[in-house]
Nanobody, 116 residues
Framework: QVQLVESGGGLVQPGGSLRLSCVVS????????MGWYRHAPGQQRLLIAS???????DYEDSVKGRFTISKDNAKNTLYLQMNSLKSEDTAVYYC??????????WGQGTRVTVSS
């Protein structure tokens, strides 16, 4: 079974930055479009960024221009650089396949709290 292990979350002040990582146990990221999702309190889990096998990226409007998704195929690792963080970015962040394919079992996620 493929495992997804997210890390890099934490408490950060508004305007700060964090870099999230997601290590995948198999060579998934070189074969499929991957995404970062977030689950904020009281909301549904939402796809916020995706990256194709060729490296093309797409972002949800609320994070466009502030977040950057990238990957390292050799390390089986997906990244999310988050800059200019806002309180509304507070959520648990997960990686997974793009929802156009059946999703893998979710990892434990990594919690991001943006607060002064």
């Amino acid at each position: 079974q493929v495992q997804l292990v997210e890390s890099g979350g934490g408490l950060v002040q508004p305007g700060g930055s964090l870099r999230l990582s997601c290590v995948v146990s198999e060579e998934i990221i070189r074969r499929y479009t991957m995404g970062w999702y977030r689950h904020a309190p009281g909301q549904q889990r939402l796809l916020i960024a995706s990256i194709t096998t060729s490296g093309s990226t797409d972002y949800e409007d609320s994070v466009k221009g502030r977040f950057t998704i990238s990957k390292d195929n050799a390390k089986n690792t997906l990244y999310l650089q988050m800059n200019s963080l806002k309180s509304e970015d507070t959520a648990v962040y997960y990686c997974n396949l793009h929802y156009s394919r059946p999703l893998l079992s979710w990892g434990q996620g990594t919690r991001v709290t943006v607060s002064s």
